[in-house]
């Protein structure tokens, strides 16, 4: 795909939701960063089922501390993988409070070092909460990148490194918003919506698609 075709998929992308939001539900920075953990190999939908019964009795690195291991999972065992991710959870509060003075870092090495944080997390946190262009490479964004030709790579490190190089600067701020909800409710896995999609004409898979449709 050359440099023209990218732009104009962003601008279409960006036309189509100029502001772009995660489906997240969260009021703080920390609520985004145990939002974020708990969503790993989950639903967001499932993520903010479980949020809305912890949030409203802990949503401070503090109050979960109180909760303990025990005493959160109760909240989130609805969850795939629940034991690892409370004990994630509670690791980072601690870490968070003893080296954070309880807040959560803007920097991408400190992020990761909380336990349960990997890369995809803190660039998810470094974007939403803080603005920073980054673009965390989940199941979506790895699909749409190699299927549309946008910045193909065989790994999510290739594609997040190529999707860098060649976003255009006025769109890095929502890139990862835009490909991931394009891939979550149109460029789906099975039976793609290419009829409904506004960069079919642009997308180096879109023929295939569409016969496969028809």
Known sequence: MDADTRYELYRRLSEALPEPETELRFDSVF??????????????????????????DANTPEQILALGEAGLKPYIQTIGLYNNKARNIIATCRKLVDDHGGEVPRERRALEALPGVGRKTASVVLNVAFGEPTIAVDTHIFRVANRTGLAPGKDAR????????????????????????????????????????PIADLCAYAERTVAEEG
């Open 31 to 56: 609520e985004l960063l145990v939002a974020v953990i708990l969503s790993a190999q989950s639903t967001d939908r499932s993520v903010n089922e479980a949020t809305a019964r912890l949030f409203p």
């Open 158 to 197: 290739q594609v997040e490194a190529a999707l860098e190089a060649v976003t255009p600067a006025p769109f890095r701020r929502h890139a990862h918003h835009w490909l991931i909800l394009h891939g979550r409710y149109t460029c789906t896995a099975r039976r793609p919506r290419c009829g409904a999609c």
